[in-house]
């Protein structure tokens, strides 16, 4: 038998109303986006994965198209059965156009989610769990690696930021992240209100989604380390120089997190081995995939660095990171919106107990959008 090849791939937008848009620090998301990609082998195996679309707006359908009009001619006919392989391929084929289109962020996100694909399909193949196949076959752990992921609740805030937390704790949550950058007034009195709400002892961090300068920074953060937060994530942009960020992480002492607007091996590797990062946080719709992720994690691994995926999309994505997570073993967490979302809740619903989730045996990623009853969300594509 000829090894088997990709026949096509299909890409299914959705939009779901919210009644409360999801706010940061940046902007706000007024309906919940997704982009869901099948890659479909010529002998009818398939797999699937996600785009991260939240911003901008638009960005979604945008990147429908550019899989459509540039990724699926060139992914027609090439082998299915190596996805680190067809990424590296891939990262090298559109590095030239991503360059003339100004828009490396949304190739590098379409390239993850046909890694995750890939991913997920090979593992449907082997009819194992995609978390077990990484750590059987890579390999990439051990032992340790049991199928069970710690996660938080996260995109806490700006309002009724203690109610929340406290339904999610209900749930099963024991770790919780809220959003700052409103203000130091607001965000002082959020975080008094979610150690209320959960109590002094609960795991605690705060994403300020690159919302303060750097000038104000190590003020900012000052003010919060009282309340004992886990980490603080992105206190300052993404793409302020390294040494910006080691005198921040000096001069308050606090953990940092950030990771999901890095992109480029090179780039996580120079940032992990700078000393100003105790949580990386890699995003596998927004670059790498299961395949430059999984390098991530391993080398955050070798220099003591908790790896923890960064997530806030559908649950195509969700699934994929969980798995990620769960194959390096049982360290670090995994990031679970906490904001309603049937994009998310119908195709990956999740039971948490004490603060865990235990991933199934079901092979790939376990997941089909197709078959949870989204189908009114779906945007019809020009």
Avoid at 1 to 28: N, Q, W
Wanted: aromatic content about 8%; glycine content about 10%; charged content about 20%.
């Amino acid at each position: 038998m000829h090894p088997a090849k990709i026949d096509r791939i299909e890409c299914y937008v959705y939009r779901a109303p919210t009644d409360l848009p999801l706010r940061t620090s940046f902007g706000m998301l007024t309906d919940r986006p997704a982009t869901f990609v099948r890659v479909i082998a010529d002998d009818g195996a398939f797999g699937w994965g996600e785009v991260f679309s939240n911003f901008p707006q638009v960005g979604a359908e945008h990147r429908a198209r550019l899989v459509s009009s540039i990724f699926s001619p060139l992914l027609v006919g090439r082998p299915c059965d190596a996805p680190a392989d067809t990424w590296q391929w891939l990262e090298r084929s559109v590095r030239r156009i991503a360059i003339q289109c100004g828009e490396p962020g949304p190739f590098a996100q379409i390239i993850g989610a046909i890694d995750q694909a890939l991913w997920d399909m090979l593992a449907r193949r082997r009819g194992l769990p995609l978390w077990k196949l990484l750590a059987q076959e890579i390999p990439v752990t051990d032992e340790y690696a049991t199928g069970r992921v710690r996660v938080y609740a996260s995109g806490l805030g700006p309002t009724a930021v203690g109610a929340m937390a406290a339904e999610r704790q209900a749930q099963g949550y024991r770790a919780f992240k809220f959003k700052v950058g409103f203000g130091a007034q607001t965000d002082l009195h959020n975080f008094r209100e979610i150690r209320d709400a959960v109590g002094s002892d609960a795991i605690v961090m705060v994403d300020t989604n690159q919302g303060w300068d750097p000038q104000d920074a190590a003020a900012r953060i000052t003010e919060l380390l009282p309340y004992s937060p886990t980490w603080i994530e992105e206190p300052i942009p993404a793409d302020e120089p390294i040494e910006t960020w080691q005198a921040l992480a000096k001069a308050t002492g606090a953990p940092i997190a950030a990771g999901e607007n890095i992109r480029g091996f090179d780039n996580f590797a120079q940032a992990l081995r700078a000393g100003h990062l105790r949580f990386v946080q890699p995003d596998v719709a927004k670059w790498g995939g299961i395949s430059g992720c999984l390098q991530v994690g391993l080398l955050a691994r070798e220099l003591g660095i908790e790896f923890c995926p960064h997530w806030l999309g559908g649950g195509v994505g969700l699934a994929a990171s969980l798995h990620l997570r769960a194959s390096l073993g049982e360290q670090g967490w995994a990031e679970v919106d906490a904001n309603t979302n049937p994009l998310r809740e119908a195709v990956c619903p999740l039971e948490v107990r004490d603060g865990w989730v235990q991933m199934p045996d079901t092979p790939g990623i376990g997941v089909d959008p197709t078959q949870c009853g989204i189908d009114a969300y779906r945007v019809a594509l020009a």
